[in-house]
């Protein structure tokens, strides 16, 4: 299978050349920065440590008329991301893209417009922390009934600021803190409720954001799902440089019947069968790219979908619709 | 000092009974059942232990006439709080109410009327987490600046359902779930922020409330304070039989230059100067009666003030409408 690459923006990538080296029948054909800034020296050395030989081109389309790959990842400037993949779909590739695969609704409709108008082609996210050890055994817990029906989910993403490239300073090039960050709680809401989303309300706030342009440093969000579900998203970039890790990632899930939780890497549960919390041995035999390709092979369904795309993308883009406009928003009569 | 106890409802008098051994210029001079269904009998053993001989009256306005006392521990039905509180506000008594000292809008309004007539009276309800050890701890390292400025606050209370009076089950005598549970949860926000205030966005659900009414068994709160500061709460009785304890309290604070959580009965900490998250020694050289009664004598001034109760009450009521009502609402609109 021929792969091709996009830009090399986000850092996510890794996910991608961690799983190359067990998937020898997938090659890296082609590589195209997302903007002339960007350097893709960095995936040239990847590639030369792998044995590919890539072409590399300035403009992608041109990459993707000349080489027509299979798959195409795309992580290019965050704004690209619609246009890249939609552009790669058209051309019958499946595309691996950089979450959020859009930042407005209307480059929304117009990656599921060309995803619809693709038959059989793959699309996903790079959404990492499914696949995480933690993450992914606390989901199967509650897929096989662990903690019952799902009444509650908090969520929360906590990282360091640090120091970040000039693009996270803009609306327009970083898409917002409940975009980027959120994302990834949403999709845990989502994945782990399996339920609907139906209304937000968020709020978000560029204060003592230490002179980072548009940035949100903090966030909430409050999500209604089906059945009376209620989720809460806290993201912020607060967490100090002392921390012992760049990020604070948690879950908590409770149901009718227990409660579970994520938190330093570690899963807890309490249930009818548990004396007090335990800890559950966590694994993920999954890898997000090898779980991309198998799809594609139809040797497997991968833990994400297009749909679970289009569905978190919506509620990334809704909930910091509320949260700019300081209202409730009702998915059904948004029409996203 | 003499004082007067009504009802024994909601299980928090018992702050009272401890501090009392402490305070032997406090004596209980009478009780009176705050519902002809309630059973005073176990007060009236905790007095002969502790050596007074209160009379007993089933007409609690009449006690407050007879014995004019000091002090009024008010621990009726819910929904009488505020009647009591007044009654006794307005006799010259000092009060020390169970929490929430209003379920209803013009509950907390004859409150607020009575307490401003009376000058000089003491009015604190029993929010006894205040002084817990490692609530105290933290508020005081927030306090210091251990963290700068505040930012963004996650609190939770996850409590057992198990069996609940008769009460429990409607909201004309309980409240509802919002008021009840939150109202420790809102003052954790209030009081870590030390900000006011600006809006609410809640939502809450009687569904798997076995059978218990109008109980509401998960809720969850969205509050924005002066400033952007941005606070959850999340509130359930979903927690399990088998849980290690009744409850799961918790608070999360972000500031500006730290991080500082209580969770488990412990407090942690991450700012500049600690290499990694710290656990900090957690104690409160203060009781919440004895705090209340030093603060009626002028030895101190109380960790909990009227004001702080009606703001907190106020939140209770706009959270609870919030949920009724599915949309935001603002504090300084809503003229609470």
Excluded at 304 to 325: G, K, M, P, W, Y
């Amino acid at each position: 299978m021929k792969l091709c690459l996009i830009g090399n923006r986000g850092g996510h990538d890794k996910h991608v050349w961690d799983a190359l080296p067990h998937l020898p029948h997938v090659q890296v054909v082609g590589i195209a920065s997302g903007a002339p800034e960007d350097d893709v020296t960095p995936w040239l050395r990847r590639c030369d440590a792998l044995g590919f030989t890539p072409q590399v081109f300035t403009d992608y389309r041109q990459m993707l008329d000349r080489l027509r790959p299979d798959i195409v990842v795309v992580c290019g400037p965050f704004e690209l991301h619609a246009e890249m993949t939609a552009e790669a779909l058209r051309r019958g590739s499946h595309v691996f893209c950089e979450k959020p695969v859009a930042l407005t609704f209307e480059q929304l409709a117009q990656v599921k417009t060309a995803y619809t108008a693709s038959p059989g082609r793959h699309l996903a996210t790079i959404m990492n922390l499914r696949y995480d050890p933690a993450f992914y055994t606390a989901w199967r817990a509650v897929r096989d009934g662990a903690i019952g029906t799902v009444r509650l989910i908090n969520t929360q993403k906590s990282y360091r600021l640090g120091r970040r490239d000039a693009y996270y300073r803009n609306r327009a090039t970083y898409g917002g803190t409940i975009p980027w960050v959120g994302v990834h709680a949403f999709d845990w809401i989502y994945w782990y409720s399996g339920a609907a989303f139906t209304s937000v309300y968020a709020t978000h706030s560029m204060q003592y954001n230490q002179g980072n342009g548009d940035l949100e440093v903090s966030a909430l969000c409050h999500f209604t799902l089906t059945g009376e579900i209620f989720a809460s998203a806290s993201l912020d970039y607060l967490r100090p440089a002392t921390a012992p890790t760049h990020g604070d990632d948690r879950v908590r899930v409770m149901g009718t019947d227990g409660a579970l939780e994520v938190r330093g890497g570690q899963a807890y549960l309490i249930n009818a069968a548990t004396e007090g919390e335990v800890v559950l041995p966590v694994a993920c035999d999954r890898q997000i790219f090898q779980d991309f390709v198998e799809h594609i092979e139809g040797e497997t369904t991968a833990l994400l979908t297009a749909d679970d795309v289009f569905a978190v993308t919506a509620a990334c883009l809704l909930a910091r619709q509320s949260a700019d406009e300081g209202r409730v928003i009702e998915f059904e009569r948004s029409n996203v």
